[in-house]
């Protein structure tokens, strides 16, 4: 039995389904959970952009202030910081004394080095470390992480020859009952608050487990689900795809809680395509989780995991415009406004603006993907640098790229023009090509 527990949270910000918070309570006598929002990511990085916009902030605060509610009413507390975890988690454990540091396994490389080093600062501590975004532990996968499939098709097989979704663990009830917290009062004078975060923004996802729980309860209470493969590509209606992904990515939802309540609709109300369709989606995020375990530093490498560096340039006029939604594809336009007015976009949108970003604008796909960290809600690693990977055909996709004819696109997704003009896609663009002294000049 340990004196005092810490946990550490990251990505995992719930109670539901959550090991660690199970194990740390049946082992210590007391627990501290600790939230520690570094710095860096509200400063500029290598590309010029934030880490986190102010838009997935204020749904992260949302996300913290729900979780936090919980934690008072089992009589605990939520600290939150915005400090390096390497400052603040050092802090908090020579403070209290801490026995035992329980923190979900992380695909992110950043993430994985502070762990590594927290647990050679601290060797003499317990450190418990447990998956908590997947369906299954590596332990459980059919093959080695390094032996990982070179594509998804063949991932899925893998997976579904083998039975595999029968083998997810049942997801954990909230814990009952929770240690409590030792005295906190003069830690948190140690530890820089949060600053909060006002926006404008669209009130369509609103952050925390709570949230995520009355959606999923009111998605399979419809009947979307069994229409989703025949809806997932609509580009501006919210009851055409499932949503998922904003709570996902913060942890407010377990992805093991969401499969079982797909599995709970499909035993009451029949499986077909579009159910299946669900899965499928589960599994692609399910792929580049473990991709981004296998591959490391090179989900972030403009080669990518070909290590064939693809052709390409940098133009700041054609960068800005594209993030802007001022380029000369109005398709484009109107799924970039939309991101930059909400925070979200549709996934057929995403690749339609990832395809022109590359192909159309010749751009290095890693500013794209910088960019979408920076703007999305439901911004994931592994999903969204895996997925531009995939689109700039440096990644798992066997054709090499994926171009996408916009026009074509607009005709199928948009032919009547309406999610254009909800979004303002037809605005006047500015020329991208300058002339020697930086004024623009028509191209033909």
Same mark, same amino acid.
């Given at each position: 039995?340990?004196?005092?527990?810490?946990?550490?949270?990251?990505?995992?910000?719930?109670?539901?389904?959550?090991?660690?918070?199970?194990?740390?309570?049946?082992?210590?006598?007391?627990?501290?959970?600790?939230?520690?929002?570094?710095?860096?990511?509200?400063? /500029?990085?290598?590309?010029?952009?934030? +880490?986190?916009?102010?838009? &997935? =902030?204020?749904?992260? *605060?949302?996300? #913290?202030? !729900?979780?936090?509610?919980?934690?008072?009413?089992?009589?605990?507390?939520?600290?939150?910081?915005?400090?390096?975890?390497?400052?603040?988690?050092?802090?908090?454990?020579?403070?209290?004394?801490?026995?035992?540091?329980?923190?979900?396994?992380?695909?992110?490389?950043?993430?994985?080095?502070?762990?590594?080093?927290?647990?050679?600062?601290?060797?003499?501590?317990?450190?418990?470390?447990?998956?908590?975004?997947?369906?299954?532990?590596?332990?459980?996968?059919?093959? /080695?992480?390094?032996?990982?499939?070179? +594509?998804?098709?063949?991932? &899925? =097989?893998?997976?579904? *020859?083998?039975? #595999?979704? !029968?083998?997810?663990?049942?997801?954990?009830?909230?814990?009952?009952?929770?240690?409590?917290?030792?005295?906190?009062?003069?830690?948190?004078?140690?530890?820089?608050?949060?600053?909060?975060?006002?926006?404008?923004?669209?009130?369509?996802?609103?952050?925390?487990?709570?949230?995520?729980?009355?959606?999923?309860?009111?998605?399979?209470?419809?009947?979307?689900?069994?229409?989703?493969?025949?809806?997932?590509?609509?580009?501006?209606?919210?009851?055409?795809?499932?949503?998922?992904?904003?709570?996902?990515?913060?942890?407010?939802?377990?992805? &093991?809680?969401?499969?079982?309540?797909?599995?709970?609709?499909?035993?009451?109300?029949?499986?077909?395509?579009?159910?299946?369709?669900?899965?499928?989606?589960?599994?692609?995020?399910?792929?580049?989780?473990?991709?981004?375990?296998?591959?490391?530093?090179?989900?972030?490498?403009?080669?990518?995991?070909?290590?064939?560096?693809?052709?390409?340039?940098?133009?700041?006029?054609?960068?800005?415009?594209?993030?802007?939604?001022?380029?000369?594809?109005?398709?484009?336009?109107?799924?970039?406004?939309?991101?930059?007015?909400?925070?979200?976009?549709?996934?057929?949108?995403?690749?339609?603006?990832?395809?022109?970003?590359?192909?159309?604008?010749?751009?290095?796909?890693?500013?794209?993907?910088?960019?979408?960290?920076?703007?999305?809600?439901?911004?994931?690693?592994?999903?969204?640098?895996?997925?531009?990977?995939?689109?700039?055909?440096?990644?798992?996709?066997?054709?090499?790229?994926?171009?996408?004819?916009?026009?074509?696109?607009?005709?199928?997704?948009?032919?009547?023009?309406?999610?254009?003009?909800?979004?303002?896609?037809?605005?006047?663009?500015?020329?991208?090509?300058?002339?020697?002294?930086?004024?623009?000049?028509?191209?033909?």
């Amino acid at each position: 039995m340990y004196r005092i527990g810490l946990i550490w949270l990251q990505h995992d910000l719930r109670l539901d389904d959550h090991p660690l918070i199970h194990q740390a309570a049946s082992e210590c006598q007391q627990l501290i959970f600790l939230y520690c929002l570094p710095p860096q990511s509200m400063q /500029a990085n290598r590309y010029s952009l934030h +880490s986190m916009g102010t838009l &997935r =902030k204020h749904f992260l *605060q949302q996300t #913290l202030a !729900d979780l936090a509610r919980q934690l008072r009413a089992y009589g605990q507390t939520l600290l939150t910081c915005q400090h390096d975890p390497l400052t603040a988690l050092p802090l908090v454990m020579q403070h209290h004394r801490i026995d035992a540091i329980y923190y979900s396994e992380a695909a992110g490389t950043y993430e994985q080095h502070y762990q590594r080093l927290l647990q050679q600062r601290f060797p003499y501590i317990a450190h418990h470390c447990e998956t908590s975004a997947t369906l299954w532990r590596a332990s459980q996968l059919p093959f /080695a992480i390094d032996e990982l499939p070179a +594509s998804f098709s063949k991932f &899925r =097989k893998c997976i579904e *020859q083998e039975n #595999l979704r !029968d083998t997810v663990a049942a997801p954990l009830a909230t814990p009952t009952q929770l240690p409590p917290a030792p005295v906190l009062s003069q830690l948190k004078t140690l530890l820089r608050p949060i600053e909060a975060t006002t926006t404008n923004a669209s009130a369509a996802f609103q952050g925390g487990s709570q949230a995520a729980q009355a959606h999923l309860e009111s998605y399979f209470s419809s009947a979307a689900p069994l229409h989703y493969k025949q809806t997932r590509n609509a580009l501006d209606d919210w009851s055409s795809s499932t949503k998922f992904s904003p709570w996902l990515a913060t942890g407010a939802l377990s992805v &093991r809680r969401l499969l079982q309540r797909l599995t709970a609709y499909e035993q009451t109300h029949g499986s077909n395509d579009s159910t299946y369709w669900i899965f499928f989606e589960l599994l692609w995020r399910e792929y580049f989780q473990w991709y981004a375990h296998r591959y490391q530093q090179r989900l972030f490498a403009s080669s990518g995991i070909k290590q064939q560096r693809p052709t390409t340039s940098f133009y700041p006029s054609r960068f800005r415009q594209w993030c802007s939604g001022t380029t000369a594809y109005p398709i484009v336009n109107a799924c970039m406004r939309q991101l930059n007015a909400t925070g979200y976009m549709s996934n057929r949108g995403r690749q339609l603006v990832a395809s022109c970003f590359v192909h159309e604008l010749q751009l290095d796909w890693r500013y794209g993907a910088a960019y979408f960290e920076q703007q999305l809600l439901d911004y994931d690693v592994a999903s969204n640098w895996g997925n531009w990977q995939y689109l700039a055909g440096v990644g798992a996709d066997p054709r090499g790229h994926r171009r996408f004819d916009l026009a074509k696109q607009t005709q199928q997704y948009d032919p009547d023009g309406v999610f254009i003009r909800r979004w303002q896609g037809e605005q006047p663009h500015q020329s991208d090509w300058l002339d020697a002294a930086d004024w623009p000049v028509e191209h033909s």
